[in-house]
């Protein structure tokens, strides 16, 4: 049964819609099963029915016809109870309902499960037979599973407007994919697919130029990938056995063969390009032999697979130039690096969309610092078929339209008209002091660091920058930086912002910020090896950081040192032991340079339960609420599945970050704040009513922040905290924070439009 069920699973995944999944899944399943009759009825949330979708046994002529009422009879059961319902003679349970309509016998045997997705019953998976059958555990479970398979395909039809269009049902609105709020903002524009390289399920659909020319190109990586293969071959063919040499003949076959290279060549000359036609052609073939029943033959279809990503490389490197982006371009990806949103000239640049990822992905904090709205997290964005296409990306409430119709373009023109008036009435507050009404002064600091730093911001709005990350600058290498290069890069950050206080926090690697040569492979990186542990780790890498740190301050002497994922006072200590062993090696060296102020990031959470000790022993602390909102609630801060549980407004996360600053003013150790949340201006004004020392976030939050900050009194935010902390769940304190924020006249600030 394992084995079917992993075929049917397969079969349904690269089925081309959803209507050609359904009947596989209802005709293999009939058979698997040995049952009279395979359904699935989907759900139309619209007129509150059940819409017969596909059947193997009942009428062909009622798919699409035969309505049944959301919660009659025994699919409305299903429904109802939202799990499986297994009744050996249904036809005398009080639900039976006969629908004639499908020409239906008096079934005995019934099984059904429901379809869901997100806690919702998209549909139910019916088996019934004629005689009295009670279906056994393991049949209960493997229509369990294929209901569960299902759940993603019927959501993307759902949003893409082919299940409507199957149902007939008129689209009463226009549908959006749905992800999360990644930076604010809406954006109109162009999409442009990002891959990785060599990834080929990846490649989008592109047309291209001239057919002749693509060929060719096809052709050659073709000729280049066997040319590697025989150097292979030559290089450790003696060593091998005979069965296992004749891998490489048949891989050389293969390239030969019509299997990849005719199918390819019909489709770039139907108008696709090389790539693209790649794809689907290895698809085509590779499914063919994920369909034999003979092991050893199945396992080929990966062998397909591996030749086609061969091949796409030597494309790649092929069509190496630059991609060309449009204007407007709207960058779309299966999971979109902020490396990859570096890339696209910032003039050219719309907006971005990614299927993974949370708000608090790195790729989300560098567009809300290059002020681009995002929508991150977007389960089933169907990425391929998004190359070119028009795109509205809502970043306030995490939606992407395709191809939308004229009056949602139109509606967004004007929210995006409005925001650019916004925006132009917040210019007028940057000479202004960021003070409340009655003249508490809030400094507010800039994050930056994952900008490169040709694009870095001389702002004079700012306090100096609160947070400068690191690691860019380990990333876009092929090794670690040199002292010197160090050096060089983080003095012309200090100089450009000098007498200002640059707050520079040491390599914070690991979790989702690997390094291209420094690969670190874990199953749970997030609670693995990252930040301060590496570094402690390898002495050498954090001295000639620390080194490169202090020198760079010389003569300026702005610098301030943040140490990032601290969980333990001993790590503090050992961190502390190195920085005096560089600080000692430079004065010996003859060095003009200081000790300068050092901080710890909070973002463990049993940090919280030692901020009084570590307060002791350090001069600031900086609330990374980023991490510390995935410790505390215990979420991944990239896994879009979870993003909705993931919220810094959740009350336990606002009591922590207040017992921090408590302890902060009791032992007069400056505490700031720089993980997002400080860049929110509905958080911002808790944190305000906290009584915190600072707030550092990315440029593009900080004219916001300071408009709400200019809006309130200390005592107002004070009070406004007391409620929320009195709040039981994240959404009410949202929505104690937005009644307060509209009555004020500031809505603007956090949804689109005035
Ligand atoms: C944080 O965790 O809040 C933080 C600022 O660090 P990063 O987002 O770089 O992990
Ligand atoms: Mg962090």
């Known amino acids: 049964m394992l084995e079917t069920l992993h075929r049917i699973v397969q079969a349904v995944n690269s089925a081309p819609d959803l209507e050609s999944a359904l009947q596989i899944i209802v005709s293999r399943v009939k058979k698997a099963m040995g049952a009279d009759v395979v359904s699935v009825y989907l759900t139309d949330f619209e007129s509150h029915e059940h819409v017969l979708q596909a059947t193997d046994g009942l009428l062909p002529e009622a798919v699409g016809e035969v309505r049944l009422p959301l919660y009659q009879g025994l699919i409305g059961l299903v429904c109802e109870r939202a799990e499986p319902v297994n009744i050996s003679d249904a036809h005398s349970h009080p639900r039976y309902l006969f629908v004639h309509e499908t020409g239906e016998k008096r079934y005995h045997g019934f099984l059904g499960v429901p379809i869901i997705q997100n806690r919702k019953v998209l549909g139910v998976l019916v088996a019934r037979q004629l005689e009295q059958r009670s279906f056994a555990d393991q049949e209960v479970t493997f229509l369990f599973t294929l209901a569960a398979q299902l759940a993603g395909a019927i959501t993307h039809a759902r949003t893409s407007g082919e299940l409507a269009s199957m149902q007939g049902t008129q689209e009463v609105m226009a549908r959006y994919f749905e992800g999360r709020a990644g930076a604010t903002g809406v954006a109109l524009g162009k999409g442009v697919v990002a891959y990785p390289p060599a990834d080929l399920n990846a490649v989008p659909d592109r047309p291209n130029e001239d057919p002749e020319a693509e060929a060719v190109v096809f052709v050659a990586a073709v000729a280049n990938v066997s040319a590697e293969i025989q150097a292979l071959c030559r290089r450790i063919g003696g060593s091998l056995p005979a069965e296992d040499r004749a891998l490489f003949d048949a891989w050389l076959m293969m390239l030969d063969s019509d299997t990849l290279v005719t199918g390819t060549l019909e489709r770039i000359r139907a108008g696709g390009w090389a790539p693209g036609a790649l794809r689907a052609t290895v698809e085509e073939h590779a499914q063919v032999f994920d369909a034999m029943e003979d092991v050893y033959l199945r396992e080929r279809a990966s062998d397909v697979r591996d030749l086609g990503r061969r ?288 901080g710890v990031m909070i973002e463990v959470p049993a940090l919280i339960y030692q901020a009084d000790a570590l307060a002791r022993r350090v001069d600031f602390l900086s609330i990374g609420t980023n991490d510390l909102t995935q410790y505390l609630l215990a979420v991944d801060r990239n896994n879009a599945r979870v993003a909705g549980i993931y919220d810094d407004m959740h009350p336990a996360v606002l009591g922590a970050v207040h017992l921090l600053v408590k302890v902060g003013k009791e032992r007069k150790c400056e505490v700031s704040v720089c993980g997002e949340m400080a860049g929110n201006p509905t958080a911002a004004v808790l944190l305000l009513g906290m009584g915190v020392d600072s707030l550092s976030m990315s440029a593009g939050s900080l004219l916001r922040v300071k408009r709400v900050i200019r809006s309130f009194e200390q005592r107002q935010a004070e009070e406004l905290l007391e409620d929320a902390l009195g709040c039981e769940d994240a959404a009410m304190v949202h929505a104690l924070m937005q009644q307060t924020l509209e009555q004020m006249g500031l809505g603007g600030l956090i949804r689109p439009g005035k």
């Not at 130039?321 to 299966?334: I, K």
């Not at 169907?382 to 970043?395: E, K, N, Q, S, T």
């Not at 870095?456 to 876009?476: H, I, K, P």
């Not at 090896?529 to 020198?551: K, N, Y």
């Open 311 to 598: 091949i796409l490389m030597h494309l790649q490197n092929q069509n190496s130039s630059t991609p060309e982006y449009p204007e407007q371009t709207v960058l779309v990806g299966e999971d979109v690096s902020a490396m990859q949103l570096a890339e696209v000239p910032r003039e050219r640049l719309a907006g971005v969309v990614s299927a993974s990822g949370s708000s608090f992905s790195h790729v989300a904090i560098l567009a809300r610092a290059m002020g681009v709205p995002a929508v991150m997290g977007v389960v089933g964005l169907p990425v391929a078929r998004m190359d070119g296409l028009r795109l509205i990306l809502d970043g306030y409430r995490g939606r992407v339209y395709a191809s939308p119709p004229e009056s949602v373009r139109a509606e967004y023109e004007r929210v995006a008209a409005e925001d650019r008036e916004i925006s132009a009435e917040l210019e007028a507050l940057r000479s202004l002091p960021c003070e409340t009404l009655d003249k508490v002064a809030v400094p507010l600091y800039l994050n930056t660091g994952l900008v490169l730093e040709a694009s870095l911001v001389d702002d004079d709005e700012v306090a100096g920058v609160g947070l400068y990350r690191t690691e860019l600058l380990f990333m876009v290498r092929d090794r670690f930086p040199g002292e010197e290069v160090q050096m060089r890069s983080y003095r012309r950050v200090l100089e450009t912002f000098a007498p200002r206080p640059v707050t520079m926090r040491t390599l914070d690697i690991g979790g989702d910020k690997p390094l291209p040569y420094f690969p670190v492979n874990e199953s749970n990186p997030f609670l693995g090896w990252r930040g301060i542990r590496i570094s402690l780790d390898h002495p050498e890498i954090f001295l000639t950081q620390v080194r490169a740190l202090l020198r760079a301050a010389e003569g300026l002497h702005n610098l301030r040192l943040l140490l990032p994922m601290i969980s333990t006072l001993a790590e503090l200590y050992d961190a502390k032991v190195l920085i005096r062993r560089a600080y000692d090696e430079l004065v010996e060296e003859g060095h003009a340079v200081r000790m300068p102020p050092l």
